[in-house]
């Protein structure tokens, strides 16, 4: 059982360069969120999908695209990478918004 | 943003010793979540609790949702090596409205 599967799990960016965190679910959950983790605070949301073709802003959503052409797929994007968005980027997915989220193994981000 | 206090920051104790950690919130929650990471992965759910005064155990691990519904605690009973990691509680109000405490380091000493 994959369950959640994050692409790439390490990542060094310059200011300015552009990419996309991939993250993939085969528990036909509907609901799937991005967060980003940062030393001494807890996780983040920055957006969030309640199905396929929906998107929508979480706590911190600045500087960041995401987009759910499929159901099992939620993408992150950065289109002009900071040093601010350095962190740990996890995805997560539910059944629905009140089930338990399961999350994969993260992305390690580094904006030099 | 709104986060949740959580404490102690870290906590060094000895295998066998039993351990507990808190959070706080200025605002109510509907659930309260506690997960535990390990290095190098993700966030995995320990507890769920969903009643005011709550109180629900799985395995060594007891947790409770206070009356107040602005906070909730984690107890470990009996701690043993493999404990070691990130312990984060998590707050929902909503379905998509759920914050994180900022975890609680704990280390077993053998």
């Known amino acids: 059982n994959a369950g959640v599967t994050q692409t790439p799990k390490f990542r060094v960016l310059k200011t300015g360069q552009s990419m996309t965190l991939l993250c993939a679910q085969d528990?036909?959950?509907?609901?799937m969120y991005w967060y980003r983790q940062d030393p001494g605070m807890g996780l983040r949301l920055i957006h969030y999908s309640v199905g396929e073709g929906t998107t929508a802003k979480g706590e911190v959503p600045d500087g960041y695209n995401v987009s759910r052409l499929k159901k099992q797929n939620f993408l992150l994007g950065l289109e002009s990478a900071a040093p601010s968005q350095t962190s740990v980027y996890f995805c997560?997915?539910?059944?629905?918004?009140?089930?338990?989220?399961?999350f994969g193994d993260g992305t390690r981000l580094s904006i030099l | 943003g709104q986060q949740l206090n959580q404490s102690p920051q870290s906590m060094f104790i000895q295998e066998g010793e039993d351990v507990s950690m808190n959070c706080t919130s200025s605002?109510?929650?509907?659930?309260w979540l506690w997960y535990k990471q390990d290095p190098g992965e993700g966030p995995v759910l320990l507890i769920a609790?969903?009643?005011?005064?709550e109180l629900t155990s799985n395995g060594r691990l007891t947790a409770q949702f206070g009356i107040t519904r602005k906070d909730s605690f984690l107890n470990i009973s009996a701690s043993i090596p493999s404990d070691v990691g990130i312990y984060f509680c998590a707050g929902r109000r909503n379905n998509n409205d759920m914050r994180f405490g900022a975890g609680t380091r704990l280390t077993v000493k053998p």
């Open positions: 609790l969903y009643k005011a005064g």
């Open positions: 528990m036909n959950h509907e609901y």
């Open positions: 997560a997915s539910s059944y629905q918004g009140r089930w338990t989220q399961h």
């Open positions: 605002s109510i929650f509907n659930t």
